[in-house]
């Protein structure tokens, strides 16, 4: 069925100008943008939209990282589209990441990897939620 997942594109794709190309990617992969915004997160937008990972070695370091420079959030809409963002997505360490994909594509390491995803249409909702409102929402 369709549905909406949510997406951001990271600093490290901002900082090269890869907003568009990447945006390509996933209308490619038949996902439409129905929302997007470039945003410089806070440290407290950040911490609370990776809450889940606060007790991770990583998570300092992945907050610095997301604070470093704009981010495009995005919800995009599609046949199943978390599944279908996962999969142009490709692994979240690079290295693991196959071909075509933007993260074998475009990432520079396991945390600048130049976009997120959600991983479940629940934390989809989620995260659509923790950026936009629904009139922001345009299908
Ligand atoms: P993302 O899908 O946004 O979810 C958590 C992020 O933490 C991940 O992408 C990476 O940017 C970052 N990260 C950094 N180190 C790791 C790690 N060892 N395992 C998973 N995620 C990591």
């Not at 071909?99 to 991983?119: L, W």
């Amino acid at each position: 069925a369709a549905n909406r997942t949510f997406s951001i594109i990271k600093p490290d794709a901002t900082r090269r100008n890869l907003t568009g190309a990447v945006t390509k990617m996933l209308e490619d992969a038949g996902l439409r943008v129905v929302a997007s915004k470039r945003i410089k997160m806070t440290r407290e937008q950040a911490e609370g939209f990776y809450a889940v990972h606060k007790e991770r070695p990583f998570f300092d370091d992945l907050v610095a990282f997301m604070t470093s420079g704009p981010v495009v959030v995005q919800v995009l809409e599609g046949e199943d589209a978390v599944k279908r963002n996962r999969d142009i997505m490709g692994a979240t360490n690079p290295e693991n990441a196959e071909e075509g994909t933007i993260r074998k594509t475009y990432a520079e390491s396991i945390e600048a990897n130049s976009v997120h995803g959600s991983d479940s249409d629940e934390n989809a909702a989620t995260e659509i939620a923790f950026f936009f409102k629904p009139e922001e929402i345009v299908g």
